[in-house]
């Protein structure tokens, strides 16, 4: 991709490819994935299931293990330091205090034999040098900034003793209490009902704001892409099909799949009739067809769509699409 604005980007991942190998097959989970995350922004990640968003975001961090996963070739570039080279030591280092994740699942992410302070304060002590007393203080703090009642007595309890809602307040307590550059949200909300979900999206909106952070937020949601991303990267089948700005991909999707997974949303206007569905299935990623991936699911496909893989374009400023036919129109025309 060209590089279409002015400061220099926080994260560039450049022509990524993480493949899964067995005895018999080759599955390309990412397949030469290009982006650019840039300071305080929010960068969305949609698709449906097996896209290869969250393992994009894993590769950042070096979090996909090695056998069977292999980075095949690609570059990770955060904050000038080139990810997929460096030592495991300096990698250390970053993750957690330069680069920090937020997974679905609080209740598998936190150790249910340890207190929360202990997990709090153990990330604190590794990457900002502090004692013990000095890191309890400031896992306090940082549970009473993502607004924890009696932070106090919370630092002492242990995971299951919180709501999902609270478990997952206390992860984003982690994830920021060494202010990192780079937050990773692997579908934080998930398994949230609606009102904790709006609470904790709210509350993530203000805490970017306030350490000025940026945030790569994966989600099959697209309500949610609509709240939080600045910038949208809809995947399919490993590969990037669109990226542009959020207001661009709901008003002006020029995608086929990215078309499909707006037009299934339901809205007021749909009480009573059938949902659009986009037909077929996902592809078999070890055995994907010929050409464009999306191509026999696509009702615009023609020929040329069976018989090459169309290139990322940008069709217009900062609006990329991998597709021959943007918007159903041939791009020779």
């Known amino acids: 991709m060209t590089e279409t604005k002015t400061n220099k980007p926080l994260l560039e991942v450049k022509n990524l490819k993480t493949y899964f190998h067995s005895h018999n097959a080759t599955v390309k989970a990412v397949d030469d994935v290009s ?4 300071q305080g922004e929010t960068l969305g990640i949609v698709g449906e299931s097996g896209c290869g968003k969250s393992i994009t975001c894993m590769s950042i961090g070096r979090l996909v293990e090695c056998p069977p996963g292999k980075y095949e ?20 280092e970053i993750r957690g205090n330069k680069l920090a994740y937020i997974f679905q699942e609080p209740m598998t992410s936190l150790n249910p034999v340890f207190k929360i302070g202990f997990q709090i304060e ?33 630092v002492d309890d242990y995971p299951f003793a919180l709501s999902g809602g609270m478990r997952q307040r206390v992860m984003i307590a982690m994830a920021l209490a060494c202010s990192p550059k780079l937050l ?33 937020f994966i989600t099959h949601d697209l309500s949610v892409i609509a709240e939080m991303a600045d910038r949208v990267m809809v995947m399919y089948a490993g590969k990037v099909v669109e990226l542009a700005d959020v207001n661009t991909i709901f008003e002006r999707p020029l995608h086929p799949y990215t078309r ?26 070890s055995d994907l067809p010929e050409g464009c991936s999306f191509g026999p699911r696509c009702a615009f496909c023609k020929e040329n769509c069976r018989a090459g893989v169309p290139e990322l374009v940008e069709v217009e400023p ?10 159903g129109v041939d791009l020779d025309n």
């Open 260 to 285: 499909g997974l707006i037009e299934s949303r339901p809205d007021m206007s749909t009480s009573g009739t059938r949902l659009n569905v986009i037909p077929g299935n996902v592809p078999d990623l």
């Open 184 to 216: 990773v949200a692997d579908e934080p909300t998930t398994a949230l009902d609606v009102t904790i979900q709006a609470q904790v999206l709210d509350l993530m909106n203000e805490l970017k704001k306030e350490i000025d952070t940026s945030i790569l």
């Open 318 to 327: 900062d609006h990329w699409v991998r597709c021959y036919r943007p918007g």
């Open 73 to 92: 070739g690609g570059e990770i570039i955060l904050d000038g330091e080139e990810i997929l080279t460096m030592p495991d030591a300096k990698l250390r």
């Open 35 to 38: 982006f650019e995350v840039y």
């Open 122 to 154: 153990e990330v604190l002590m590794q990457h900002r040098g502090m004692s013990k007393e000095e890191a309890h203080k400031a896992a306090i703090q940082a549970l009473d900034r993502v607004r924890i009642p009696n932070p106090e007595r919370v």
